[in-house]
């Protein structure tokens, strides 16, 4: 059910243990987005399970600002869920991700809601420099794309993130898409529509950490690749088939020297590597269709994305909550 009266504009904060940079954060959010849509706003913001004080400070500011929602989940689900529940409890005309760090630069927003009055559906901050991000994080980010972009139909495009503006339209094609995996930037790029781009500089986190290291990042390309394309799926048959050739081939060549030249008993070398080459292939092989078939076992379980333990300054008669209920049945 749509609301009687969406606000122009929602935006969608993720919070997870964010306590440090809150305060700083809504000090700068704040002021744009009343500018840009004169108090026809809202803040959604999400916090993911945090175990600091950042629900409580979220909470007081709810209190002194109608304006600003929360919905608590129930534990940590991660960034990609979060922002799931974001988007389905957001009602406002266009919708806008930001992170909670100051990253993403709020004043940026005036650019995006601008290219979207001039027609945009969805309008992407490009990060123009990224001096802020680790060299290791920036090169395997770039290596990321780039296979990416190679096996899968959908093109990502390079060095944007989850801060975009997105109208309504394509919003509600976002939470039409019943996956359990949400690899958010990919789904962002999946549903298309008329698409522009605005460049900003990423700063450095104003404070706390980063929660995306070394293992939740690789795991985070994993599910991106598996999520997007069954290239590495497919790949195999081939593999397999020129690998076939080339034994046949070789098979041939054994035989007639045999035939030639009589039996020659050694080759234990070539016969070894033969051998344990064929076998790790296999062994990669098994082990990515398991990586597959791990998320078909988690697409079937049919679980909610998330849990929301409760939420503070939604209207139950309309928006969000309706949605929630309808899409993941949880009346
Ligand atoms: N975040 C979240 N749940 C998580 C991890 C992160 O909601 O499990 C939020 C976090 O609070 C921040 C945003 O996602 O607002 C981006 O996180 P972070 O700055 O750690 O990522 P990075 O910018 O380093 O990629
Ligand atoms: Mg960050």
Known sequence: MTP??????????????????????????????????????????????????????????????????????????????ALTAGIEYATGQAVIPIDADLQDPPELIHALVAQWQKGADVV?????????????????SQWFYRLYNKLSNTHLPDNVGDFRLMDRMVVDAVRALPERQRFMKG?????????????????????????FTGWRLW??????????TTVPLRVWTYIGLIGAGLSAAYACFIILRTLISGVDVPGYASLLVAV???????????????????????????????????????DPAVGGSDAHEARHGAA
């Open 219 to 228: 795991n985070f390309a994993l599910e991106g690749i598996t999520s997007f």
């Open 4 to 81: 009687v009266n969406p606000p122009l504009l929602s935006v969608i904060v993720c919070v997870y243990n964010e306590a440090l940079v809150l305060q700083q954060f809504f000090a700068r959010l704040l002021p744009v987005v009343e500018a840009v849509a004169q108090g026809d706003y809202e803040l959604v913001c999400v916090d993911d399970g945090s175990t600091d004080d950042s629900l409580s400070i979220l909470m007081q500011m709810a209190e002194a600002n109608p304006r600003l929602r929360v919905v608590e989940l129930s534990r940590n689900f991660g960034k990609e869920a």
């Open 276 to 314: 344990l080459f064929m076998g790790s292939m296999q062994l990669v092989s098994v082990g990515l269709i398991g990586e597959y078939i791990g998320r078909l076992y988690v697409e079937a379980k049919q679980r909610p994305i998330f849990i929301v333990r409760r939420t503070v300054g939604f």
């Open 187 to 211: 789904i962002f790029a999946w549903v298309g529509f008329k698409t522009v781009t605005v460049d900003y500089t990423r700063a450095p986190r104003v404070g706390g950490k980063t929660k």
């Open 124 to 140: 992407l901050a490009r990060r123009s420099n990224r001096d802020s991000d680790s060299l290791l994080k920036r090169q395997s």
